[in-house]
């Protein structure tokens, strides 16, 4: 199960280095196979993700650490909001060939309105 922290000194940047595990929890997608839905809450605080333009300029960078995993991108919807807490959790799209998969993501949320 993967968990997201922020980087050292960071606002807006958050990483994870783990395994994407199979289950129904969050960091864990519900089976093997292409496009799995896999739920990441992200640590950011209120001031990066409620400016206008947050989910518009949000970037996932990620990379396989064993080959299980060929592809992981933003879903069509792609964050949603834990209904107690407001934290953004990110919806990501996970083409998984094994579990457990080893993964290395970075996320990086700009909130300047001059991009």
């Known amino acids: 199960m993967l968990n997201a ?7 807006h940047h958050a990483e994870t280095v783990g395994q994407i595990t199979v289950g129904p929890g969050p960091g864990e997608v519900p089976a ?4 799995q839905l896999l739920k990441l809450p992200l640590p950011f605080s209120k001031g990066v ?6 989910e ?23 964050f949603e909001y834990d209904p107690v807490t407001g934290q953004p959790i990110a919806r990501l799209l996970v083409d998984i060939a094994a579990a457990p998969a080893s993964v290395e993501l970075w996320f990086e949320a700009h909130h300047s309105t001059g991009r």
Not at 5 to 11: D, E, F, P, Q, S
Not at 49 to 54: E, L, N, Q, W
Not at 62 to 77: H, T, Y
């Open 5 to 11: 922290v922020l980087v050292a000194k960071g606002l």
């Open 32 to 35: 093997i196979g292409v496009a």
């Open 49 to 54: 993700y409620k400016p206008v333009g947050f």
């Open 56 to 78: 518009d300029q949000s970037y996932v960078i990620c990379q396989s650490l064993d080959g299980n995993v060929s592809n992981i991108a933003f879903d069509a919807v792609q």
